[in-house]
């Protein structure tokens, strides 16, 4: 190998170079960034004695056409594998049609010219890909394109009937890219997967141009910079008959795309439409309302768009879609007067999943949701942050008649303790899994008449997060509650609870399957954090948050001697006191062997506990370690990295 990369030898050292008869065992030449022209390359291109080259680095050199079509004519390189000519001059389109034809690249696996001003066309580079000369190419880098394995796997598939699913998510996939692949027949492809990359709407043009993949069932376009020109090509579509689902997804499409999407006669097995986070107004609303032969579906996603009024108004009044289960309408402008038209709707008997948050429907709207008689089947109402004051929820939970509900979602409004004590009385709701109350201003007594509820045993989820009146008797009247069996996932972050509030729910012998329990940010010191490791009913506990609890050696060492959290796989200690002794103790815990992530940023470890954490032997399945912002040395580190249990 010979590495004279970021010099200046300019043409008389690559000349010099060339005229060496002795190094006939150089594999790897490195002379990027040395102000090469045309004159050098020329010398070198027909060097006889570099017959076993592999990597040759040219980048950011004046290599212009005449040295790069000099390079592609090359005979002698036929060992190279590498060959980099990145930011250089070379504009001349013909170098890639010599590289395609030229025998003499058959091992070449990696070609950049990225950052070259070179003027391709589409034909070339299909040309250059399905080379069969550069069957072992397996990264080509040009200006705005990259074709890397993942790609080019896909298109050397020997057989077309082969491809059912093409899955290339964030792979900086272009406009070009979408080109090439809409030009392959895999007449058997079902799905197409680009979210998240940018394609743009000449990528989506040249997609809705497709006339081959008459079997696709998904295509899905999330996240791809496509305007309304892009959506409504893809809109116009009328070969894939079978298509099922169409995500587009977090995209830039309006009236033009929506209107030929809900015009087309082909799709009349579409399932599942996804549109959200796009530029949608009423008149788009309005023209998917209008569809009559999306008999099958199941989905619509809305989301984080420009809806109002007349929107939601003449989307209630379809009678179509009778198998609708979901639809997701959160973050519009839907006030009450929408929200009361949206529940005039009597066809959608199927609706199981209802999300409104970030609207502004308020107690009204939200009255007017719960006497809807035609959902009978809601599993799912999301109404957070949508202005709900204090009281409607007393009034309302005694005539609302919803047995499948399951999941409850009322946070960011205003609830009182007159809302929990006939919340709690509610005895309909038997199935309901999950309730999520997140910063409604409760109280100690709202969780007193919450937990007084004896109806909810299937639930699983409570959310009270960011109740900071909730205190420490909150926390005692949960822990005391004997009827919520199933509970899987408790939070309770941010609702100053205290040391007291954590002893009394360590003493809570209940919860035989929880799963998860968030405490962070309510200062439990180091008496919580030792009550809540004495418990020994949590056998299930997977993940434990007590971040920004000010917990110190004493609580570390309280938490280190459980032994009954066996499948503790996540704990979070960021607690801005845990110091050398801490450490120590938590590295001798023998129970945690699940534990996968270990966060203990913010704290006050220094070399020897750093050296005692590396001593642990039982965390063989530790991931990710977090020591961020604490004051060791080198020289800990030196002492951590001698452990050889934490093999993953």
């Known amino acids: 190998m010979i590495d004279f990369s970021h010099n200046s030898i300019g043409n008389k050292g690559v000349i010099a170079l060339a005229e060496n008869n002795c190094w006939t065992q150089l594999e790897v030449l490195l002379l990027n960034s040395n102000l090469i022209d045309d004159i050098g390359i020329v010398k070198i291109v027909d060097k006889t004695v570099w ?315 939200l009255a007017a949701i719960w006497m809807n008689t035609a959902w009978k089947n809601l599993h799912t109402l999301n109404v957070a942050n949508t202005k709900i004051d204090c009281g409607v929820i007393a009034k309302l939970s005694k005539t609302v008649d919803w047995p499948h509900l399951r999941t409850l979602n009322l946070s960011n409004n205003k609830i009182n303790d007159c809302d929990t004590a006939e919340l709690s009385k509610n005895d309909t ?47 005692a009247s949960l822990s005391q509650n004997r009827y919520w069996t199933d509970l899987e996932i408790v939070k309770l972050g941010w609702s100053q609870i205290t040391a007291k509030g954590a002893s009394a729910l360590s003493k809570n012998t209940t919860w035989l399957n929880l799963k998860k329990l968030e405490l962070n940010e309510n200062g439990i010191g180091d008496k919580g954090a030792t009550d809540l490791g004495a418990n020994t009913t949590w056998t299930n506990l997977q993940s434990l948050n007590l971040l920004g609890n000010w917990i110190g050696d004493l609580g570390a060492s309280g938490l280190a001697k459980n032994s009954s959290w066996k499948k503790l796989n996540e704990l979070n200690l960021q607690s801005y006191s845990i110091g050398d002794s801490g450490a120590k103790e938590l590295s001798q815990n023998s129970a945690w062997t699940d534990l996968h992530v270990l966060y203990l940023g913010w704290n006050n470890i220094k070399d020897s506990g750093i050296r005692d954490l590396g001593m642990n032997q039982t965390w063989s399945n530790l991931q990710e370690l977090c020591l961020y912002s604490n004051q060791f040395t080198g020289e800990g580190v030196s002492e951590l990295a001698k452990n050889s249990a934490w093999k993953n």
Request: glycine share 6%.
């Open 51 to 365: 017959k076993i080259l592999k990597k040759l680095n040219l980048g950011f050199n004046k290599i212009g056409d005449e040295g790069a079509i000099a390079i592609a004519k090359n005979t002698i390189w036929e060992k190279l594998e590498e060959l980099y000519l990145y930011y250089n001059r070379c504009k001349d389109c013909e170098i890639l049609n010599i590289f395609s034809s030229n025998p003499t690249w058959t091992y070449l696996q990696i070609l950049d010219l990225q950052g070259n001003p070179l003027e391709f066309s589409e034909k070339d580079i299909k040309k250059l890909l399905f080379s069969k000369i550069l069957s072992n190419l397996r990264s080509l880098k040009l200006h705005n394109s990259s074709f890397d394995d993942s790609f080019l796997i896909h298109l050397r598939n020997p057989s077309v009937e082969n491809v059912t699913e093409l899955t290339l998510k964030n792979e900086d996939i272009s406009a070009l890219h979408t080109a090439i692949i809409n030009s392959c027949d895999w007449i058997n492809l079902k799905i197409l997967d680009l979210s998240d990359n940018r394609i743009s709407d000449l990528g989506a043009a040249k997609i809705g141009e497709n006339l081959t993949w008459v079997n696709l069932e998904e295509l899905k376009l999330a996240s791809n910079r496509i305007g309304d020109d892009g959506g409504a090509a893809i809109g116009v579509n009328c070969i894939w008959e079978k298509l099922k689902l169409l995500d587009l997804y977090n995209n830039n499409i309006g009236l033009k795309s929506v209107s030929a999407i809900s015009q087309n006669p082909s799709w009349k097995d579409l399932r599942v439409l996804n549109l959200g986070y796009n530029m949608i107004g009423d008149e788009g609303v309005i023209e998917l309302s209008q569809n009559i032969i999306w008999t099958n579906l199941q989905r619509l996603h809305l989301e984080s768009n420009k809806i109002s009024l007349k929107g939601v108004e003449m989307l209630s009044k379809n009678t179509a879609w009778l198998n609708l289960q979901y639809l997701n309408l959160s973050d519009n402008l839907i006030e009450v007067e929408g929200v009361i038209e949206l529940s005039k709707n009597s066809t959608w008997n199927n609706l199981t999943t209802l999300e409104l948050s970030e609207n502004a429907i308020k107690e009204i709207g």
């Open 429 to 475: 709701w038997k199935n309901l899994e999950s309730l999520e109350l997140e910063r409604v201003s409760l109280d100690s007594q709202g969780i007193v008449n919450l937990a007084s509820n004896q109806s909810w045993s299937k639930l699983k989820v409570i959310n009270l997060n960011n109740n900071s009146n909730l205190g420490e008797g909150g926390a």
